[in-house]
């Protein structure tokens, strides 16, 4: 009876149909094929330079070992000033875009217009790299290292405000609505009702940013932007190159202590987010305070003054947060764990912005009085000269958009596997262990550094930046796809696993597809964030419409470097609509 | 209530008479709360349809119907969280419809509301949330408990303490239960001193335990404080226990309006008669592949 109960194969129809997600989809993947082929041929891209590449650079490398670090005191001395710089950078990014950030978002804005003027001032700070600030700022106010604080500040409130803007539309409505309601202004609704739920996520996306921000002020110094770079610069150019290794491995040992500073940062951040919601009775649980914490939190003569004076208050649930014993008298806040936390973040926020300020020897009015010799430069870049390079610049255009699409693909390509190797859930520990590590060394090399490298190995052009690119690009997605696959939820892997499913067909059906979304959801950030990049590789003579920029800017043909400005803002503009609009309609 | 206010309130201009124009219709000067032809529509759904209601002082007034009935439309409107599309609205003396936005303000300090879902910003300490109730009497924005001036710390302090929460002052809001933290939202709106008391739904999340607790906290206090309240409920033997009044809403429209004891099986079935119809009418529950199998 069971059997005969089973359904039979008739007409029902088990091919998906082809709603408009599915067709969009399908021809947004052909399309980028098309794209891809072209790119191509058109860059003149071969397997076999790939190949002979590698070759190259570990005979290059070979040669030029060991590195060398001359003058070791000064090569540390330029490493602080970066890091002060980066530090500065972000502080400048973090002031800028807190009120740009309030006014592009929805429910803070002042007024529509305002709102559409302020996501305006993001895009464009996005589209410019910050190398591209760097030089426009070092023409302006001169070598330094003020230029290159501002560079990253600007670039930097890009990705701050737009961040920051998206968390605040976020941002629960009840509680803003119930501050509405007691009658407070605007601005009391904004600092009670929303400030206080967004400031942590505002903290670890500033911290973030840092991270980034300590990556690009590596390179500054390229461009006269002060910093570690420019020792890079003068090492390169009289060939010193082991002594130029020596210069990458401090920036690279920079780099990743700094990815572990702010990890330890982060967790603490996210520790204090970490209590529990649930009727304030929730069991203590065996908690090791740190020595400090357990010094700060112990019991105060006051405390136990109010103690006798106040009659015992009846025992209450047992809290996380230690938060009865406050003073009746002055009803201040007692200095829980949290709440010193909290301080001790403010106060080491604080302590690095003022150390920065000294190491580099900076004031703040600085940037304020560099504003009229700024404003005198920008004025200079206008009204761009579109004519001066003739076809050049669509030819430059379209060349870095070539090399940004390859880069993209190719990276990808390699990615994803490397991905799959790199997540906990998917592969053994110790390879996870080992592939992470090896990501994060990866990721710490920054791209102009990769673009020397193959350049060296394959000769300038085109084909050095791609492969730079692409190894960038492996860098960033493989960490993507490694922590998107982590965060699959174990559920339905259990419930694929029941039916009898292999490992592979579980980790394909649970853990990858629900993934792949995301994955290519991202594809066109990336290729976004590779074409801002492509054109900084142009500079060290990657080739494409960074290097009609290098060229424009040594002849002070400021007019031409203006309209090289504008068709990459323009550039950059078109990917972020197309890659908003697959988001919305196809993901 | 024993406070003087630091504003000028409008609790004055509510007893002095009407404006000439109000002469000849039915607006009285003796309610707190009045409104006339009240609509308010969102897109092509009408929430409110042209509702008429006057409270009177002192009255304790519950509003029933169900879900999507205009309630909370209703009690937003009242301070002007939301604004009516037709109709005129007089709360305290202020016409809402045509104030603007310093005088809502104004309004609003004088008039606690109490939400569904508290309102509290759970990050910052439950002392700071009441503390958030004095925003419209003080200038400038605040940011952290300190702040406030001492004078409004002990006075939240002591609203906290009339709620029974004051050892919670310094405890981050969202670690409290669903019931304490409402009872923290009553400390807020007693912080503004309030006339009148606007609940929506205030118990609905609550589980019948704490909701009994709140219910009885609010009424206490409004009845100690003299404040004149509507709230709207769902449950009919909760608002009938406590209300001087019920008024029905049944797709925006008052259905029905009659004291506790007057409110019966006819009147509720007018107000909750889509959910009668929806269990005589209801669709049979499909046949799945289980039961089809043993059938066959």
Sequence with gaps: MAVASWPVPGRARVHPPWTKQRTGFTVLLLVWLGVFIFSWRYIQMTFLTLFTGVGNIVHFLAQNFPPQFVNFAQTVNEAVITLGIAVLGTAFAFVLSV????????NT????????????????????????FAIIFVEAIGIGVLPGVLALAC????????LYAESIEQVAPGPTEAVKSTGATRWQQVTTGVVPQVLPSFASIALYRLDINLRSSVILGYVGAGGIGFLLNEYMGE???RAAMGIVIVMFVLIVSMEMVAAVIRRSLIGMEAIPVSGGTASPGPTSNPWWLRWASRPRPADRLVARILPPKPAAAPDLVKSGGFNRETVRPPWTHLRIQRFSFLAGAIVAVAAAFVVTKTTPWQAFLALPAIWRTIVLYFPP?????GSALSVGALQSLAVAVIATSAGYFFAVPIGLLAARNVSRPWVARTTRLFLVVLRAVPELILAIVFIVAVGLGLVAGTMALTVGTIGFVAKLVADGLEEVPQMPREAVLSVGATKVQETATSVILPTTPMLIGNGLYVLDVNFRSSTILGIVGGGG?????????????????GAIIIVTFAVVLMIEVIANWVRKHLI | MGHSGETPRLGAARLSPGTPEDAGSRWTTEAVVQCERLSKRFGSTLALDSVDLAVPAGQMLAVLGLSGSGKSTLLRSFNGLVTPSEGRVKVLGCEVTSANSEHLRTLRRQVGFIF?????????????????????????PRFGVLSYPRRLRLEAIGHLERVGLADRAFQRADTLSGGQQQRVAIARALMQRPVLLLADEPVASLDPESSAAVMELMLRISREDNLTVIASLHQVELARGWADR??????????ADAKPDEMNEQRLSEIYRRVAEGKMDGPPAPANAFTTALAG
């Design chain 1, 109 to 132: 804005t002042l007024h529509p217009a305002v709102r559409w003027v302020a996501r305006a001032i993001i895009v464009a700070c996005r589209s410019i790299p910050d190398l591209v």
């Design chain 1, 99 to 106: 009120p740009v950030g309030l006014m592009a978002a929805r």
């Design chain 1, 155 to 162: 670039h930097s409130v890009g990705m701050l405000g737009k």
């Design chain 1, 385 to 389: 000269n579109f004519q001066s390079g």
């Design chain 1, 545 to 561: 419409i960074g290097f009609l920029l290098q060229q424009s800017v040594s002849v002070l043909a400021y007019r031409t470097t």
């Design chain 1, 239 to 241: 060939l010193q190159f």
């Design chain 2, 246 to 255: 019920l008024i029905g809403l049944r797709d925006g429209r008052v259905v």
């Design chain 2, 116 to 140: 569904q879902q508290f309102g509290l910003v759970g990050r910052i300490c439950v002392l700071e949330n009441v503390l958030a109730g004095a925003l419209g009497r003080v200038k400038y």
